[in-house]
């Protein structure tokens, strides 16, 4: 089955600068690859998403990159925020395979104000 | 809109005791999984329905029970509790996408955290 590995598993930023985090995949099937973000005592909660068909997408200040041929993606938040603060999850899945998605392990990230 | 519901919030069970976790999604949505949240670990799935009347096993099945009479509810049976399903549980729903552009969401409740002592 699909093994998603995930780097780093904390990460701690100052307001304003950049923070990435990466993920690898092993399956070559898998065509789409989510990022949510759970804060404390709730449910995650899709951020940005993208399809083995594009290589990057952008929302405001947060983008997606994905490597295809290297089996991996990464996620960028530039200008973090304190809100940003959270725990951040990638996953990998095949769309017409029900949406069974594999996740990464977390990466809690905190931005110091 | 209420989106999934999951209860109970939290719950404390004794080793050998049995329980259920309920999920309901008004969204009508026709994908409903089960997942548990270990530190470190991410979340893994449990079991998984395709629609009514259709479930399968996903990567820890073992100690669980799922049925789906209904498109809206999906819940979670624990037949002897173990110590090791002490963890936070979610159920989440999607719609299935086969076109060849954007994405499926999954819309997660907001969790149950189980104890079992």
């Known amino acids: 089955g699909e093994n998603v590995e995930q780097h780093p598993s904390t990460l701690s930023v100052q307001e304003g600068d950049s923070a990435v985090i990466k993920c690898t995949y092993s399956?070559?099937?898998?065509?789409?690859f989510p990022w949510y973000k759970q804060e404390l005592g709730k449910g995650p909660q899709l951020i940005i998403d993208?399809?083995?068909?594009?290589g990057e997408k952008k929302d405001q200040r947060i983008a997606v990159t994905l490597n295809k041929t290297a089996k991996h993606f990464s996620l960028h938040i530039t200008e973090t925020q304190p809100e940003d603060s959270a725990v951040y999850f990638c996953?990998?899945?095949?769309?017409?395979?029900?949406?069974?998605?594999?996740f990464g392990s977390g990466t809690k990230l905190n931005v110091k104000p | 809109n209420a989106g999934v519901t999951q209860t109970p919030k939290f719950q404390v069970l004794k080793t050998g005791q049995s329980m259920t976790l309920q999920c309901a999604q008004d969204?009508?949505?026709?994908?409903m999984s089960w997942y548990r949240q270990d530190p470190g670990m991410g979340l893994r799935l449990i079991h998984y329905?395709?629609?009514?009347?259709?479930?399968d096993q996903g990567e820890v099945p073992n100690g669980y029970n799922v049925s789906r009479s209904t498109t809206e509810d999906f819940p979670l049976r624990l037949l002897s509790a173990a110590p090791s399903q002490t963890s936070v549980y979610f159920c989440?729903?999607?719609?299935?996408?086969?076109?060849?552009?954007?994405?499926?969401?999954?819309?997660f409740g907001q969790g149950t955290r189980l104890t079992v002592v």
């Open positions: 989440a729903s999607s719609y299935s996408n086969t076109g060849q552009t954007g994405g499926t969401e999954a819309f």
């Open positions: 399956d070559s099937a898998s065509n789409y």
């Open positions: 993208i399809r083995s068909n594009v």
């Open positions: 996953a990998a899945s095949v769309l017409y395979n029900f949406n069974k998605f594999y």
């Open positions: 969204m009508n949505h026709e994908y």
């Open positions: 329905s395709v629609g009514a009347g259709i479930t």
